[in-house]
């Protein structure tokens, strides 16, 4: 259990890592908080946009879409591997999962399937939307695919969690597919390396 980062340390633990991050607005204050709390934290969950263009992308999960408000994540990971941060606090990212996998990411085991939707989500992970498709063909450049290492690695280090707090959207709410592209075994894997 894990009282969520202050924006500052959020800030610091991405840039110590090495992420190029970008400030977008007021996002230190933009959030969902009036909705529900925030944390306790733990995990980091990665999505991909379904959108092209870095600035629409960013727009979007910064401001919502019609039916679900903003901020819809707590940065965007864009193609080039910049992340821009666009809330803190509580996100509209992760939605209902099943509790079972909450359980196994607490207690960082191996994760069972995914079969219920009975838990907030939003609650308890940090959420990366990733600029990207998600049909399979849009490529996930090295230097998105660094920048998604680098900031999964960031929060598990700033919260002592190892590689498997790092969980896809597909592994947490039935019926999602996102992200796809790569496996959230190679995802861990790499983020297991960099925390070494």
């Known amino acids: 259990m894990a009282p969520p980062m202050s924006a500052d340390a959020f800030l610091d633990a991405l840039r110590s890592e090495g992420v190029t991050v970008v400030e977008v607005g007021d ?16 995990g980091v969950m990665i999505h991909h ?41 509580r996100a509209n990212h992760a939605g209902a999962g099943d509790d079972d996998v909450l359980r196994a990411v607490i207690a960082e085991k191996a994760l069972p399937p995914d079969d ?31 920048a998604v290492e680098k900031v999964a690695a960031a929060v598990c280090r700033h919260h002592g969690w190892t590689e498997r707090s790092v969980i896809g959207h597909r592994e947490w709410q039935p019926g999602k597919v996102d992200p796809r592209g790569f496996t959230m075994a190679w995802l861990r894997g790499r983020v297991r390396d960099r925390l070494k």
């Open 116 to 146: 219920e939707a009975n838990t907030d989500g939003n609650r308890h992970f940090y959420g990366f939307e990733c600029e990207n498709l998600g049909d399979g063909e849009d490529p996930w450049p090295d230097a998105q695919l660094e």
């Open 49 to 89: 946009t379904a959108t092209r263009g870095t600035a629409y992308t960013v727009r979007i999960c910064r401001d919502g879409r019609p039916g679900l408000p903003g901020p819809l994540c707590h940065g965007v990971i864009a193609k080039d591997g910049t992340v821009h941060l666009v809330g803190h606090g």
């Open 27 to 42: 996002w230190r204050e933009h959030n969902r908080n009036h909705k529900g709390p925030w944390g306790p934290v733990h």
